[in-house]
């Protein structure tokens, strides 16, 4: 009957059947997939379950807004309690007192008797009765004098499973019968040789009542229509829950002078992760909390949220920085906590997961500060979810691989070598589906090992990998400038295969570029296989896949590929996902957390998207022509996805640096110049922040300055600022005091964004990747930095014409220069023309999918300062809370 009105209603109904000896963890797991399957709306429990399986347990497994019978312990629960408000009313009840309504019963005041106690029936109809304000006696089939109970009752109500129990010369003239029992007695009559009858015996009982139903063709008929009534309402709750997305703010106690941002961040209780993720859409199932305050988001959201438009998209960037930054990681969590917390908009702060390395050295953490940062920023500081561990696991296996394939190559015969990598099993050889990938790129279409001749099976086992060539060196995530250089394989087990070599810091890998970059886990996995290690002698790239550890990695990084999420000191969402290492690579967040946040923060197909759409806030590393350069031509070309607005951080102090002021080092105290008013050579910097709006124009995005208080700053100084840029072309220069009051300091500039972000956009990149690489940099140089020329070493032209060979001439380039300086000299400061850019080196990330060309003599691993920052760290031993974090 059930399936037969689905049909009609057409309603998909499908029915599950399930052997009577599956255990009860069986059963729980199917029903917790069918609670994570947004394709079903209601799940069924049909009882009687077996007798090894408990009742309670599997009806209390469904998900409460999926319990369309109603008999979960939170709908029964909510219908027992005054006031109480159940998701679904069980449907037999829920049927009964539509019956009583549609037959026009009025119920309030009127003596009603349920006859039955089941928690299906008898105790929900109790309920429900006693919400209509009936007065209601429950009784059951050992009750005392039940016919006198019966002669005051307007109302009766009989569930009690006993046939023809109920007799009309019980009930009272006129009563109302409600007659739910499903009785099967003898009938040698009826071809089944049996008949259905109620628990009333109904032609005493017609006598005497008003109104009975009959059985069959009474509730039953009632019970499958508000079955499926409770499916259509469990669809539509569901698609209205779509949009049910709204951040509570945390609210803040400001303090002046602003404490320190660890003093800040400890301060602030945090919500549970779970409520933030719940807050802005993402199902339970959906999030894998790592403790109370930080989870990972599972990319299946992806799918689920696909047919929605995306939120908006800001990328934060700035000037040229001194070396005490101008506040773009503070910026970015002021404006976002602004939208969210203060403009109601929904908002996210994407932002890469920092290095421990400079944690623990000079730079310390990159939580953002004062008011405006990711909390607990501990947690954020160190260690998070362990993906820069995964990412350290990953390139290090490569690099052990590397030299072991070499090692046995050397020490091996083809023959042996080649039974040793396809060892025969029951007598049987079969290839690895990494082997055939490598048979395939040498040509060699056979799949059976033993059909292989000798110089096939020569060219499969050796890689012949030149030493001299090895890119790929070992990581760790320390500042550790003592590894830099070093040699491998003194050992005498090495048999003297011994080379020079050295290490990088975790984030400098290849492994955590292709993290940001990756659109989805198959991408990381051909991203991976597709890295470059070095060269054969022959002159052939060497692959990951070639030396087969493609699948390995993967495997090692496959939690790794999903967003981490944490939230800001006033309660909205962040993003933390990858950190690939800015000298040398994008210097942002991946393009997969980018992807959920704009899903989550979008609109749904019948929203205003101009009204309810969110925004998502993310940083590029260093200023603009770096960072911002990189982001377009490298991330956005990746991912697809264009910004609806730049915004360029802007310090006067900095600018006084780039118009004649002075140098600023970490440490050393602050010329006057940078705590005094000074128009004039604030203006003369100005030429810096000009130069910086032209390149983000270029693009075609609109720009919004933000101007980052210090309490230093003048409002002359402010003006001159704010005239220069818009001068420039900026759509707006907003002064933002989110450092010292959190969100609601940067409202002005959440509103500057809105504004920009309806702006008409269109999305022009640097340079096309048909032309040459030398092009490609001549262009990077040309436009972004200003320079007259490019100038290429013997070494980097080698390289160019070696990749161009390879079939890797059409990447997009990322050049590692200077931060200090848009030129490649960092004693350049404002905005230098006519200067030549040398390019010494030009290296590959193949798997990352874009070159990177050394202009300056970058270190990949830092060296700790003299006093480094974990001097200041220890643990209180009472609470366990760390201690001297910055």
């Known amino acids: 009957m059930k399936l037969?009105?689905?049909?009609?209603?057409?309603?998909?109904?499908?029915?599950?059947?399930?052997?009577?000896?599956?255990?009860?963890?069986?059963?729980?797991?199917?029903?917790?997939?069918?609670?994570?399957?947004?394709?079903?709306?209601?799940?069924?429990?049909?009882?009687?379950?077996?007798?090894?399986?408990?009742?309670?347990?599997?009806?209390?497994?469904?998900a409460h807004e999926k319990d369309v019978d109603g008999f979960g312990t939170n709908n029964i629960g909510e219908l027992a309690k005054r006031g109480g408000q159940p998701i679904f009313t069980p449907c037999t009840p829920k049927g009964v007192i539509t019956l009583l309504k549609e037959a026009g019963v009025e119920l309030a005041g009127k003596n009603a008797v349920v006859i039955g106690r089941s928690n299906i029936v008898g105790g929900p109809v109790t309920q429900l009765l006693n919400r209509a304000n009936a007065t209601v006696t429950m009784c059951h089939s050992a009750t005392s004098d039940l016919p006198g109970y019966l002669k005051n009752a307007d109302v009766v109500v009989v569930a009690i499973g006993a046939p023809n129990f109920v007799k009309g010369e019980w009930l009272k003239p006129g009563a109302v019968v409600i007659d739910v029992g499903t009785n099967y007695i003898p009938d040698a009559t009826r071809k089944s040789g049996q008949r259905l009858v109620g628990d009333v015996e109904f032609d005493s009982a017609a006598e005497v009542a008003s109104v009975i139903t009959p059985v069959p063709g009474g509730v039953g008929p009632m019970t499958v229509a508000m079955l499926l009534e409770n499916v259509?309402?469990?669809?539509?709750?569901?698609?209205?829950?779509?949009?049910?997305?709204?951040?509570?703010?945390?609210?803040?106690?400001?303090?002046?002078?602003?404490?320190s941002d660890i003093a800040i961040s400890r301060a602030q209780a945090p919500k549970q992760i779970t409520r933030v993720a719940s807050e802005i859409g993402i199902e339970a199932h959906e999030l894998e909390p790592y403790g109370a305050y930080k989870g990972k988001v599972d990319l299946g959201l992806l799918k689920r949220l696909e047919h929605r438009r995306n939120g908006r998209y800001v990328v934060v960037t700035g000037i040229t920085p001194t070396p005490l930054g101008e506040g773009k990681s503070t910026t970015t969590m002021g404006l976002a906590q602004a939208l969210g917390a203060h403009?109601?908009?929904?908002?996210?702060?994407?932002?890469?997961?920092?290095?421990?390395?400079?944690?623990?050295?000079?730079?310390?953490?990159?939580?953002?500060?004062?008011?405006?940062?990711?909390?607990?920023?501990?947690?954020?500081?160190?260690?998070?979810?362990?993906?820069?561990?995964?990412?350290?696991?990953?390139?290090?296996?490569?690099?052990?691989?590397?030299?072991?394939?070499?090692?046995?190559?050397?020490?091996?015969?083809?023959?042996?070598?080649?039974?040793?990598?396809?060892?025969?099993?029951?007598?049987?050889?079969?290839?690895?589906?990494?082997?055939?990938?490598?048979?395939?790129?040498?040509?060699?279409?056979?799949?059976?090992?033993?059909?292989?001749?000798?110089?096939?099976i020569r060219r499969f086992v050796r890689l012949d990998i030149d030493p001299e060539t090895i890119t790929w060196r070992r990581v760790l995530d320390v500042n550790d400038r003592h590894l830099r250089g070093i040699t491998v394989g003194t050992a005498p087990t090495e048999?003297?295969?011994?080379?020079?070599?050295?290490?990088?810091?975790?984030?400098?890998?290849?492994?955590?570029?292709?993290?940001?970059?990756?659109?989805?886990?198959?991408?990381?996995?051909?991203?991976?296989?597709?890295?470059?290690?070095?060269?054969?002698?022959?002159?052939?790239?060497?692959?990951?896949?070639?030396?087969?550890?493609?699948?390995?990695?993967?495997?090692?990084?496959?939690?790794?590929?999903?967003?981490?999420?944490?939230?800001?000191?006033?309660?909205?969402?962040?993003?933390?996902?990858?950190?690939?290492f800015a000298n040398i690579s994008i210097g942002q967040s991946s393009i997969l957390a980018d992807r959920l946040a704009l899903k989550l923060a979008g609109t749904e197909p019948d929203e205003d998207h101009n009204e309810k759409t969110g925004f998502v806030v993310t940083e590029a590393g260093f200023d603009f022509t770096m960072g911002g350069e990189r982001f377009f031509n490298i991330k956005c070309r990746t991912s697809g996805l264009v910004p609806d607005v730049v915004v360029v951080v802007a310090t006067i102090r900095a600018l006084k640096v780039h118009g004649g002021g002075p140098p600023i080092a970490p440490g050393a105290a602050l010329d006057a110049v940078y705590k005094q008013e000074n128009v004039e050579i604030l203006r003369a910097g100005c030429v810096n922040l000009r130069k910086q709006i032209a390149n983000a124009k270029s693009f075609g995005i609109p720009v919004v300055v933000a101007i980052n208080k210090f309490a230093t700053d003048t409002e002359a100084e402010i003006a001159v600022l704010r005239e220069e840029a818009i001068a420039a072309g900026a759509e707006d220069a907003i002064l933002a005091d989110h450092w010292a009051k959190g969100g609601l300091g940067a409202v002005d500039l959440a509103k500057g964004v809105i504004a920009a972000s309806e702006k008409p956009k269109e999305l022009e990149l640097t340079y096309g990747l048909d032309g040459s690489i030398e092009q490609r940099l001549e262009a990077i140089a040309q436009k972004m930095y200003g320079a007259a020329k490019v100038e290429f070493s013997e070494l980097a032209q080698k390289k160019i014409d070696t990749y161009t060979k390879q079939g890797y001439g059409n990447l997009p380039i990322c050049v590692a220069k200077t931060q200090y300086s848009l030129s490649h000299d960092p004693d350049l400061k404002g905005a230098p023309t006519g200067f030549t850019v040398p390019i010494r080196d030009v290296r590959m990330a193949a798997g990352a999918g874009y070159l990177y060309?050394?202009?300056?003599?970058?270190?990949?691993?830092?060296?700790?300062?003299?006093?480094?920052?974990?001097?200041?760290?220890?643990?209180?031993?009472?609470?366990?809370?760390?201690?001297?974090?910055?």
């Open 4 to 62: 037969k009105a689905a049909e009609e209603a057409r309603i998909d109904c499908k029915l599950l059947h399930f052997p009577e000896d599956i255990t009860e963890i069986e059963l729980l797991d199917q029903i917790r997939r069918l609670n994570n399957d947004d394709a079903v709306n209601g799940i069924l429990v049909q009882l009687p379950l077996p007798k090894h399986i408990s009742e309670a347990s599997i009806t209390s497994a469904v």
């Open 232 to 259: 259509v309402e469990a669809a539509n709750n569901f698609f209205a829950n779509e949009k049910l997305r709204q951040t509570v703010p945390l609210p803040l106690h400001l303090q002046s002078p602003v404490p």
């Open 343 to 456: 403009v109601g908009r929904i908002s996210f702060a994407n932002v890469r997961q920092p290095s421990q390395g400079p944690t623990f050295g000079i730079k310390g953490g990159a939580a953002g500060g004062g008011y405006s940062q990711v909390i607990p920023m501990d947690e954020f500081n160190m260690h998070l979810t362990g993906d820069i561990h995964a990412i350290t696991a990953a390139n290090n296996l490569l690099a052990a691989a590397i030299e072991t394939r070499m090692f046995h190559e050397n020490t091996q015969k083809d023959g042996p070598l080649y039974r040793r990598l396809v060892p025969a099993k029951n007598g049987v050889r079969k290839f690895l589906p990494s082997m055939l990938g490598r048979l395939k790129k040498l040509g060699i279409d056979k799949t059976n090992p033993d059909e292989l001749t000798p110089d096939e």
């Open 495 to 580: 048999k003297g295969h011994s080379r020079e070599t050295g290490f990088d810091i975790s984030v400098a890998s290849e492994c955590m570029a292709i993290l940001a970059l990756s659109t989805d886990l198959a991408d990381m996995r051909s991203r991976l296989g597709r890295m470059v290690i070095g060269t054969s002698r022959g002159g052939d790239p060497v692959t990951c896949d070639d030396i087969g550890a493609g699948g390995a990695l993967t495997a090692l990084m496959k939690d790794a590929i999903k967003p981490n999420l944490m939230q800001t000191l006033e309660g909205t969402p962040v993003f933390v996902h990858a950190g690939p």
């Open 853 to 886: 060309a050394l202009a300056a003599d970058i270190q990949t691993i830092p060296g700790l300062p003299t006093a480094p920052g974990y001097l200041n760290v220890d643990v209180d031993l009472e609470t366990g809370e760390i201690d001297g974090l910055f």
